[in-house]
């Protein structure tokens, strides 16, 4: 029966930073530029499992009372050709406009006395309301009417696709099966205690996370890791909230509250992806800042200067020019489909099992032409199995005893190999004094004696002789000293992860440099790497030493990922341009220091997590090209009198959606 690694244990657990992957912060509760809100509170929203959107017909109520005037005018004069007197004109149209219209108005006036006067809700005013005075009352209508048409199915689309991720994500059951008593109570999984143990029949998702009480189960872990494929767990295994029970009734002792589950926590970080907004999104914003107030000082400028320059000048014709100006250079497309992208792409490698932690970092993922990855539970299983036991002046009972009592102290997959052989045979000792020296072994006093259990570097570290020949060893080893003395050692083996060969060719072919860093033996880090086909490979290094390697590559102008899963890996984590960490096996310091988790610890995520990067950038710069392109062409046509108010507004709200749906469909796409 496989065993997993102590590590894993309580992974449902370890995702506790991950609370920072779309929109937190001071942008939790921001509006983006357009009046609409693209975060929303994901784990208080109760439509949140809705994949059917509202279209907000009840609110838009107004838009269209104020189309349905626009249409029968419309009908009146160019239909049936009624000439309607300029003081009847000017009520009808103005009734249809303020219906329309007035919630832009009143967003614009509110801005404006706090003194924003530069954004599109301003620049719609004046582009309508000039409309007015110069007595196109139609146009200035069909304007207001079709931006507010666009706008409202811009809601909608933004709408759309927040409701796709959660519906994906906050798939949390509404209550479970506890079983007090004697009696299977349902409760809701907030209800449910610490210890206490829940029941899940086939095809129900599993609420909360525990530990395996059933022999065994099999699971579709799809929600947590992007993986469909049946995973099977026995008895004492980690099972995590968000899981499907596929076969039989199976039971589960509880190990964690709703609010701590792996899957809440996940939803944590989905709601707050975007607190670090890519250098895009940064620049989209600091663009639409500078780029609107010029905008107006361009129309005012296409009203006046061409009374100093032009003969026959005319008023009414340059000023009409302005509002088409006006009209056209509105900035919706770049501020609402640029981060809407970026949460697209977040939401696509969430589905995939990648968790990022900002917008920023799908960015930093194009960029990458290093890996460097560590060798322990990164491109190895981590599942470890004692092979050997070879004792020195001590029975062999004995050094399995008091070395499986030290390492029960740890949770690295070796220590948790060693505890697992052991069994039963360590009984009631117990070790005092424990210290864990990152990167050589374990350290603590058993019956009075002070027992160390590592590799050989703790050896040399407390100057323990050993012989020369256990340094030609292979396999990874715990070397013990009992009392300053040699007393033998524990040989482990470990198993390749089945994708990793695959994943490290596939960065191969995307040009990216691959490094292995590890503190096993340099003999045992060879072995892999000539297994897996990996670029370089060094052994012996404590974390200091990973540390100066991948320095040492940054020195060179590379762009570094560095993935791993144990503490000492933390510090090369924050070191690297994108840190990335291995959510089963990892560690909760590396988990919480890392940009990027994989959740079910496959190598082959790294390049899908590259790929997401890249196809959300594609699409961003589609949509900035789209947009300028579009614009720039109008806004020329509008200057040189070619365009009308008509076309300019049908060019803003086409464009507009056009990049939004663009935006949109990264989420159906594949990585």
């Not at 892999?528 to 490979?537: L, P, R, Y």
Request: net charge neutral; with cysteine; hydrophobic share 45%.
């Amino acid at each position: 029966m496989e065993q997993r690694p102590n590590e894993q244990r309580n992974k449902g657990l370890a995702l506790n930073q991950l609370s920072k992957v779309i929109e937190s912060g001071e942008e939790k509760a921001k509006t983006n530029s357009d009046g609409y809100n693209l975060s929303g509170d994901i784990k208080n929203n109760p439509e949140t499992k809705k994949v059917k959107v509202d279209m907000g017909l009840k609110e838009n109520w107004n838009l269209l009372v104020g189309l349905g005037i626009l249409a029968i005018v419309l009908v009146l004069e160019h239909g049936f050709k009624v000439e309607l007197p300029n003081v009847a004109a000017l009520i009808i149209n103005g009734t249809a406009y303020l219906f329309a219209g007035y919630k832009v108005l009143n967003l614009a006036f509110r801005k404006s006395i706090r003194g924003n006067f530069f954004n599109e809700f301003v620049l719609m005013s004046v582009a309508t309301l000039g409309a007015f005075v110069i007595g196109e009352y139609d146009e200035g209508v069909a304007v207001m009417v079709f931006y507010g048409i666009g706008e409202w199915f811009q809601s909608v689309a933004v709408k759309r696709a927040k409701a796709s991720i959660k519906a994906l994500l906050d798939i949390r059951p509404e209550e479970v099966t506890v079983l007090r008593n004697g009696t299977a109570t349902v409760v809701h999984p907030s209800k449910v205690k610490l210890g206490e143990t829940i029941q899940m029949r086939p095809g129900e998702k599993v609420a909360l996370d525990g530990e395996l009480a059933s022999e065994s189960a099999s699971f579709n872990t799809a929600a947590l890791t992007g993986e469909s494929k049946p995973d099977t767990k026995y008895k004492g295994e980690p099972v995590w909230a968000g899981m499907i029970n596929l076969n039989t009734v199976s039971t589960a002792k509880v190990t964690a509250a709703f609010k701590d589950s792996k899957l809440s926590k996940i939803l944590e970080m989905v709601q707050d992806a975007t607190a670090r907004k890519s250098q895009t999104q940064l620049f989209i914003s600091r663009f639409a800042k500078v780029y609107t107030p010029i905008v107006f000082f361009l129309a005012l400028a296409l009203v006046a200067i061409p009374y100093f320059v032009v003969e026959d000048y005319v008023f009414y014709t340059w000023f009409y020019r302005a509002l088409v100006f006006l009209v056209i250079s509105c900035p919706c497309a770049l501020v609402v489909s640029i981060p809407l992208g970026y949460f697209g792409g977040i939401g696509l490698a969430s589905r995939n099992g990648i968790l990022f932690k900002g917008g920023n970092f799908l960015d930093v993922m194009t960029k990458v032409n290093a890996v460097v990855m560590d060798k322990t539970g990164t491109l190895t299983k981590g599942v470890f199995r004692v092979q050997q036991v070879v004792a020195v002046g001590i029975e062999e009972k004995e050094l399995v005893k008091l070395t499986a009592a030290l390492e029960k102290n740890s949770t690295h997959p070796i220590a948790k190999a060693v505890t697992d052989y052991a069994g039963d045979v360590i009984g009631e000792v117990r070790a005092a004094n424990v210290e864990e020296i990152s990167g050589h072994g374990m350290k603590g006093l058993m019956n009075g004696k002070e027992v160390l259990a590592g590799n050989t570097k703790l050896l040399k570290k407390f100057r323990v002789t050993y012989p020369a020949e256990i340094e030609s060893i292979v396999d990874t080893m715990v070397v013990v000293a009992i009392r300053n003395q040699y007393a033998g050692y524990i040989t482990i083996a470990d198993e390749i992860k089945d994708d990793a060969a695959q994943a490290i060719q596939d960065m191969h072919r995307l040009n990216i440099k691959t490094v292995m860093l590890s503190g096993d033996k340099q003999s045992v880090v060879d072995q892999v790497s000539k297994m897996i086909g990996i670029a370089e490979a060094y052994g012996d290094l404590l974390p200091e030493g990973k540390v100066k390697k991948v320095q040492a590559l940054k020195d060179q102008g590379r762009h570094i990922a560095f993935v791993g899963d144990g503490v000492n890996d933390a510090p090369v984590v924050a070191l690297a341009d994108a840190g990335i960490a291995m959510g089963g096996l990892g560690s909760d310091a590396t988990i919480e220091t890392a940009d990027i988790v994989i959740q079910n610890d496959q190598p082959s995520k790294i390049v899908s997590a590259v790929k997401a990067g890249k196809l959300t950038r594609k699409i961003v710069w589609q949509n900035i090209i789209l947009a300028m392109t579009v614009k720039i062409i109008v806004l020329g046509l509008g200057a040189g009198g070619v365009a009308n108010l008509w076309e300019a507004v049908i060019a803003d709200v086409g464009v507009a959606l056009l990049a939004i749906m663009n935006a949109v469909r990264i989420q159906g796409m594949k990585i």
